[in-house]
C-alpha cells in the first residue's frame, strides 16, 4: 500500500501519520522478537557479533599500543618494558663526525684532503694514523710553523681548540679522523685526552712540529 | 527511551570521555615534549626556526601548499617514504615541537616536504632552486602540475639598470624577456627560508631505540 | 479515533506553518551554497588537470580554491541543510510548533554571514590551513553565535515536546546538536584560540574532523533514513528494538575513531591503533542499522519507483553502508599504507558527505518543501535529471576514486617511480573527477530551478497547489502480540 501511486514526482504522500510511528515503534521498543523455535536467531547472532568485536578488538588494541608509550610511532617496535630495551651506544666514530663538520672541515674539508699548500691533508696522512700522544697535543694547543705531512712542506698556523671541545668531543673527532677515508688506526680515549690535559698544565705556547717528533715514537 | 535525561546524559557523557580519553591523555604525554641535547655538541634538537623562516610559515599557511604536500615521513617498513629520500629516518613527534603550526596533511598530490630542506638529500634543492620552482614549476620540474605563483615575485623592466642581486636566473623560455628581470618578494623569500628550514637531520636515540622494530617481525638477523 | 486524528492533522498543519520560513531560507541557502561550492570545487578539480587555470592570481591558487570549496559545502550546504531538516523534523516529532521563528531568521543571517566571511577569509590569506577549521578565527563566534540561537531552538523544541515517546530520529537529532557546538568550541580553542604543541595539533584536528563527520552528517541522515521509510512506506521499523543499541554503540565508537586517519603519522602509536579499534567495533552497529533499514525496505523496494524520497533515502543508505566499510577499510595498516594521501582518503570523506548525507538531503527537501509551501514541484524531468545526475555522479566518482586511489598508492610506494610519472597517470582522473562533478552541478542546478519555482514568491504563481492525503496510522506487524505485550 504504497502512499504514491504516480510516477511523476509532484508530490510525496505520507504513508503513516507521525504520532502512529512514534507509538507504534515505542511499543516496538519494548517487544521482543519473535520466538519461532523457542529461541530467536537474531539476538544471539548481534550478540555473538558483539562479542567477537570486543574480543578481537581488545587483543589488537593490546598488541599494538605498545604500552600506550608516547614516544613509539612504530606499531611492530618492541613490546618489552622500557627498561628492558637496551640502548645501543653510537660508536665514537659517528659522533666524532659531528664535531668534525662542524670545526676542523673547516681547514680540512670534509673530505679529509685539506688544502694543498695551504692546510694538510688528514687522509692519509702519517700523523693522523700515528701517536695519539702527538695529535691529541696539537688539538689541545694549536700548532705553529712547518710540518712535513705526506712528504708535503706546509707553514700555517693551526688554533688551539682546548678550550672549546671536551674531553670527548676530541676524543671522537679523533677517532673519526682516524677511521675514516680509508684511515687505520685505533680508537682514541676520552681518558688519555684527559690525562695529557692534565699532563699539560699550564702551558698554552702552540707546538712545534720538532718538539712534537721528540714525544712518543 | 522516553527519558531526555538519559538522552543527555549518554551524549554528554560519550563526547566527554572521547575528548578526556584521546585529547587530555595525548596532551599529558606529550604536551611538555622537549627539545634533546645532543651529548657530543650540546646543540638542541629540533632547532628552532629562525625568524623569517616563520614568517614564511605563515605564507605556507595561508597559500594552502598542505592541499597537496605532507610533511611526515612514515617509518621504515610503512610505505617508501625512506626510499623516496623523503627523510633520514621517519618522523617523529619530537621533530615537531619547534612549529608553530603543525602541516602533518593528508594528501600526496605533490611529493612529502618534511626534509625539503636537507641539501644532504636533494643536494640541487638550493634556494635558487626554490624561486625557479615557485615562479615557473615547469622549468625544474618538467610535468608537474603544481600551478605557478608568479604573484609571489615582481617582474621589473630594468631600464638600463644594474639587475637586482636578488633576481633569479631563468632558462630561456620562462624568463621574462630581453630587459627585465625577476625579483622575489619578501613573502617569497620568506617561504623559502621556510622551506629550506625543513629538515630532521638529528635521529634521537631515545626515539630510536623504543622504535626498534621487534626482532621476529621483519629481517631480524643484522 | 476521528477526532484524534483532526487534532493531529491540525497541529501538523500549524508546525509545518511555523516552520515554513525558516526552513526556507535555510534550505535556500543551503542550495545556493551547493552551487557556489560545486563551482568551487571544480575549478580546483580543473586546477589539477590544467594547472594554469586561473593560477596567476593569489585568490584563486588551488591552495586556497580547494580548502574554500570544501568548507563552502560542509559549512554552507551540508550545514544549512541539516538545520533545515532537523528542525523540522524535531518540530514535527516533538508535536510542537517553531516559537518565535523570528529569532531563527537572525541565527540563518549569523551562520550565513560567518561562513561568507570565512571564505572570503580563506581566499584573501587568512586560511588556517587546519582541515575544516580553516576559515580565519574572527568567524568562530559569528559561527558560534549563529549555531547557539539554531540549536537551542533545537534542544528547546525536544524539551517542550507534547509527545509521550522519543522515537530513534529524535536520538540521532538531539545528539548531533549538542555534539557539533562542543567539537566545533574545543577545537578552535586547541588550535587557535590557546594551540596546544606539536603533533597534538594534527591529533585535535583529526579528532574534530571525524566527530564532524560521525557525530553531525552521519546522525542526521541516519535520522531522515529512520523518519522517512516508515513515513512512506507505512510500515514500522524491522527489528527495531535493536536501533537503541546500534545508536548508543555507533556515537560511542564514532567518538574514539578520530586516531585511525592518523595511522602511520608522527602521533603515539596507541592514537591510530585505537581509532582502528573504535572502527571495527563500528561493524556491530553498522550491521544493526542496516538490519533496520533494508529489513523495513525488504519486500517493498517496488515503492522506490514511485517516491523520490524513496530513491534518494535509498541511496543515502547504501552510502551509509559503503561508507562504513571503507573506513574500516582504510583503518587496516596493510591498506592504509597503499592507499593513504592519495585520492582514495577524500573518497572515504565525501562518501560520507554526499553519498550518505547530501542524498538524504535532497529525498527530505522533496518531501517537505510542498509541505511548507502548499505547492507541488512544477517539473518532474528536472526531479529525474536531479536523481539520475546524483546516482551516476555518486557511481562514477566512487569507482573513479577509489581505482585512482588505489594506482596512486602503488606507484607512490614504488620508489622508481619518478614523482613526474605519478602526476601523468593521475592527470586521467582529474580530468575524469571533473567530468563528474560537473555531472553533479548539473542535477544541483536543476534541484535549484525546482526549488525556485515551488519557493520563491515570485516564481512560484504558476505551480500548481498540493493536496495531501490524511495519512493513516502505522499499524504493528503482529496486532495479537502487541495487544498482550501492551497489556502486561
Not at chain 1, 630495551?85 to 670534509?110: D, E, M, R, Y
Not at chain 2, 634556494?127 to 625544474?140: D, G, I, M, Q, T
Request: hydrophobic residues 50%; charged residues 15%; proline residues 5%.
Amino acid at each position: 500500500m504504497s502512499a504514491n501511486s504516480d510516477k511523476d514526482f509532484h508530490l510525496e504522500q505520507g504513508g503513516a501519520s507521525d504520532d502512529s510511528i512514534q507509538q507504534v515503534h515505542a511499543q516496538l521498543q519494548k517487544q521482543k522478537p519473535d520466538k519461532a523455535n523457542g529461541y530467536s536467531f537474531l539476538p544471539l547472532g548481534i550478540l555473538g557479533l558483539m562479542c567477537t568485536a570486543v574480543f578481537f578488538g581488545s587483543i589488537y588494541l593490546a598488541h599494538y599500543s605498545i604500552r600506550f608509550d608516547p614516544l613509539v610511532v612504530n606499531e611492530h617496535a618492541k613490546r618489552e618494558k622500557p627498561g628492558a630495551v637496551v640502548a645501543t651506544a653510537v660508536p665514537p666514530a659517528v659522533l666524532g663526525k659531528k664535531v668534525f663538520s662542524n670545526i676542523c672541515a673547516t681547514c680540512h674539508q670534509a673530505t679529509g684532503l685539506g688544502v694543498p699548500g695551504v692546510y694538510p691533508p688528514l687522509a692519509g696522512s702519517e700523523w693522523a694514523q700515528g701517536d695519539e700522544e702527538r695529535i691529541i697535543r696539537i688539538v689541545l694547543l694549536g700548532l705553529n710553523g712547518p710540518i712535513t705531512v705526506e712528504g708535503k712542506e706546509f707553514n700555517n698556523v693551526m688554533a688551539p681548540l682546548g678550550a672549546a671541545l671536551k674531553d670527548d668531543q676530541i676524543a671522537n673527532a679523533l677517532t673519526y679522523v682516524r677511521q675514516e677515508w680509508g684511515n687505520k688506526a685505533p680508537e682514541v680515549k676520552a681518558e688519555t685526552v684527559s690525562r695529557i690535559r692534565a699532563e699539560l698544565g699550564a702551558r698554552t705556547a702552540p707546538w712545534t712540529a720538532a718538539e712534537l717528533l721528540k714525544i712518543g715514537h | 527511551m522516553k527519558n531526555g535525561l538519559a538522552l543527555f546524559l549518554g551524549a554528554f557523557v560519550i563526547l566527554a570521555l572521547s575528548w578526556a580519553g584521546l585529547l587530555l591523555t595525548a596532551h599529558q604525554q606529550l604536551g611538555s615534549l622537549s627539545q634533546y641535547k645532543d651529548p657530543t655538541d650540546d646543540v638542541l634538537y629540533p632547532q628552532p626556526l629562525s625568524g623569517v623562516a616563520d614568517q614564511g610559515r605563515l605564507v605556507y599557511q595561508d597559500l594552502g601548499c598542505v592541499s597537496c604536500h605532507t610533511q611526515q615521513v612514515r617509518h621504515e617498513g610503512f610505505g617508501s617514504d625512506i626510499e623516496r629520500k623523503w627523510g633520514l629516518r621517519g618522523s617523529y613527534a619530537r621533530d615537531y615541537i619547534r612549529d608553530n603550526t603543525v602541516f602533518i596533511g593528508q594528501s600526496r598530490l605533490g611529493p612529502d616536504l618534511r626534509n625539503t630542506g636537507s641539501l644532504e638529500l636533494h643536494p640541487y634543492a638550493d634556494a635558487e632552486y626554490f624561486y625557479k620552482l615557485l615562479y615557473a614549476p615547469h622549468s625544474v620540474a618538467p610535468g608537474t602540475n603544481m600551478p605557478a605563483y608568479t604573484f609571489l615575485f615582481d617582474v621589473h623592466p630594468l631600464a638600463g639598470r644594474q639587475p637586482s642581486d636578488k633576481a633569479i636566473s631563468l632558462p630561456g623560455k620562462y624568463a621574462p624577456g630581453a630587459g627585465y628581470e625577476v625579483v622575489p618578494t619578501l613573502r617569497a623569500r620568506a617561504l623559502v627560508a621556510y622551506l629550506m628550514s625543513l629538515k630532521d637531520p638529528f635521529d634521537y636515540p631515545t626515539e630510536r631505540n623504543l622504535n626498534a622494530a621487534a626482532a621476529p617481525a621483519k629481517e631480524g638477523a643484522h | 479515533m476521528n477526532s484524534t486524528d483532526n487534532n493531529a492533522r491540525t497541529e501538523q498543519m500549524e508546525i509545518d506553518a511555523s516552520a515554513k520560513w525558516p526552513v526556507l531560507v535555510f534550505f535556500g541557502s543551503a542550495i545556493l551554497w551547493l552551487i557556489a561550492g560545486g563551482a568551487l570545487q571544480l575549478i580546483a578539480s580543473i586546477q589539477l588537470h590544467t594547472p594554469s587555470f586561473l593560477a596567476g592570481c593569489a585568490w584563486t591558487t588551488y591552495g586556497r580554491v580547494a580548502p574554500a570549496a570544501q568548507n563552502a559545502l560542509i559549512y554552507g550546504w551540508g550545514m544549512n541543510a541539516a538545520f533545515a531538516f532537523g528542525l523540522w523534523l524535531m518540530a514535527r516529532l516533538s508535536a510542537t510548533t517553531l516559537r518565535h521563528g523570528g529569532w531563527l531568521f537572525v541565527a540563518a543571517k549569523f551562520w550565513n554571514i560567518g561562513v561568507t566571511l570565512g571564505l572570503l577569509g580563506i581566499l584573501g590569506r587568512f586560511s588556517t590551513s587546519f582541515e575544516l577549521l580553516e576559515m580565519p578565527r574572527f568567524v568562530t563566534l559569528i559561527l558560534l553565535a549563529g549555531y547557539a540561537m539554531i540549536g537551542v531552538w533545537a534542544v528547546t523544541t525536544f524539551s517542550i515536546r507534547n509527545t509521550e515517546n522519543v522515537y530513534a530520529s529524535q536520538w540521532y537529532l538531539f545528539g548531533a546538536a549538542f555534539w557539533f557546538p562542543w567539537l566545533y568550541a574545543i577545537a578552535q580553542i586547541m588550535l587557535l584560540k590557546a594551540p596546544v604543541r606539536g603533533v597534538l595539533q594534527p591529533v585535535v584536528n583529526a579528532w574534530y574532523v571525524h566527530g564532524l563527520y560521525g557525530l553531525w552528517f552521519i546522525p542526521v541522515a541516519l535520522a531522515a533514513a529512520y523518519y522517512f521509510l516508515p513515513k512512506i512506506l507505512g510500515k514500522p521499523i524491522a527489528n527495531y528494538y535493536l536501533a537503541a543499541l546500534a545508536f548508543w554503540w555507533l556515537v560511542g565508537t564514532t567518538a574514539f575513531a578520530g586516531g585511525s586517519r592518523l595511522i602511520g603519522a608522527p602521533v603515539p602509536v596507541w592514537i591510530s591503533t585505537l581509532g582502528a579499534v573504535a572502527n571495527f567495533l563500528l561493524v556491530v552497529p553498522v550491521v544493526v542499522i542496516a538490519l533496520n533499514l533494508f529489513g523495513t525496505l525488504s519486500g517493498r523496494y517496488s515503492a522506490l519507483q514511485s517516491s523520490i524520497t524513496l530513491r534518494f533515502i535509498f541511496v543515502s543508505i547504501l552510502g551509509f553502508v559503503l561508507a562504513s566499510a571503507f573506513n574500516l577499510a582504510l583503518s587496516m595498516r596493510g591498506f592504509a599504507q597503499v592507499v593513504q594521501f592519495t585520492l582514495m582518503t577524500d573518497l572515504r570523506d565525501w562518501l560520507i558527505f554526499y553519498a550518505c548525507f547530501s542524498t538524504a538531503m535532497f529525498g527530505a527537501a522533496y518531501f517537505i518543501l510542498p509541505r511548507l509551501t502548499g505547492k507541488e514541484w512544477r517539473s518532474t524531468i528536472l526531479v529525474k535529471t536531479h536523481f539520475f545526475t546524483t546516482a551516476l555522479g555518486v557511481v562514477l566518482l566512487t569507482a573513479g576514486l577509489a581505482a585512482a586511489g588505489w594506482q596512486q598508492g602503488h606507484l607512490l610506494n614504488d620508489a622508481t617511480v619518478p614523482f613526474g610519472d605519478i602526476t601523468k597517470v593521475l592527470t586521467f582522473w582529474f580530468t575524469f573527477r571533473s567530468i563528474g562533478l560537473i555531472v553533479l552541478l548539473i542535477g544541483h542546478l536543476a534541484f535549484l530551478i525546482n526549488f525556485v519555482w515551488i519557493a520563491c514568491p515570485l516564481n512560484s504563481r504558476g505551480t500548481p497547489l498540493a493536496s495531501f492525503h490524511q495519512p493513516p496510522d502505522l499499524s504493528l506487524p503482529n496486532p495479537a502480540k502487541a495487544a498482550t505485550e501492551g497489556h502486561a
